[in-house]
């Protein structure tokens, strides 16, 4: 009766894997093409595969997944089977990347109409009243020199950072003090008095997001 219920046992696991690798490749489809051939670069945010989250347009989040950002083609790819690169079928309205650095949250932002389609944004700081985000456009260039009949190939990366407000308005910002302090005018006193007792460095990301953190506050 053991033996029996052992290899029932072992029947069910072996079906619950490939029930759950079909179900894994089902989730999207193989990216056929290499568009980066003799491209100087990476078009990924991070070139080796991640741990991570996503979160699909019907609100199911699958969690745990091997994942790689394609910043250029600004779209989130999984590791199927037999370790192919796969495009999601579904909409993926949002992702979490689990690095070295931290955790990386991605999120597509309609209220920001400069680009095509709804783009995935990096959310740096979330609060009540305000989300900073950060977008990151990656494009490939063409090179050649003078004289050269050779053309190389290479990316070119262009940062952008967004304050999008609650009531859907935003305003693209620079890492300076005096844009972000307009940015932040119906608190002037307010901030004026936080940059006196915190010392804090524009350029960069975790003094901005403390800094927004403490805006969102007031």
Same mark, same amino acid.
């Given at each position: 009766? *053991? #033996? ?15 029930? =759950? ?33 996503? #979160? ?23 590791? =199927? ?18 690095s070295d650095e931290g955790k ?24 009540? *009243?305000?989300?900073?985000? *950060? ?17 190389? #190939? ?22 300076d003090k005096g844009a972000i302090? $307009? $940015? ?25 997001? *403390?800094?927004f953190t403490y805006y969102n506050?007031?």
């Amino acid at each position: 009766m *053991k #033996k029996a219920s052992l290899i029932i046992f072992c029947l069910l696991v072996q079906v619950c894997q490939v029930n =759950g690798q079909f179900l894994k490749d089902g989730l999207g489809r193989p990216i056929k093409e290499n568009k980066y051939i003799n491209v100087d670069g990476s078009p990924y945010l991070f070139d080796n595969w991640l741990k991570g989250d996503v #979160k699909s347009n019907d609100g199911i989040t699958d969690k745990s997944n091997e994942l790689k950002y394609d910043v250029v083609e600004d779209r989130i790819l999984f590791k =199927g089977e037999q370790g192919v690169e796969m495009d999601f079928v579904d909409l993926i309205v949002s992702f979490t990347l689990f690095s070295d650095e931290g955790k990386r949250n991605f999120r597509r932002f309609a209220d920001i109409t400069e680009y095509q389609g709804i783009p995935f944004f990096e959310v740096l700081n979330e609060g009540e *009243k305000l989300i900073l985000l *950060k977008k990151a456009i990656r494009s490939v260039m063409y090179n050649k020199a003078y004289g050269s009949a050779t053309t190389t #190939k290479s990316f070119s990366q262009t940062i952008k950072y967004y304050l999008l407000k609650n009531d859907g308005s935003y305003v693209r910002i620079k890492k300076d003090k005096g844009a972000i302090m $307009a $940015a932040l005018a119906d608190k002037t006193a307010e901030m004026e008095l936080y940059l006196k007792t915190n010392k804090t460095d524009f350029r960069k990301e975790e003094d901005l997001g *403390k800094l927004f953190t403490y805006y969102n506050t007031l």
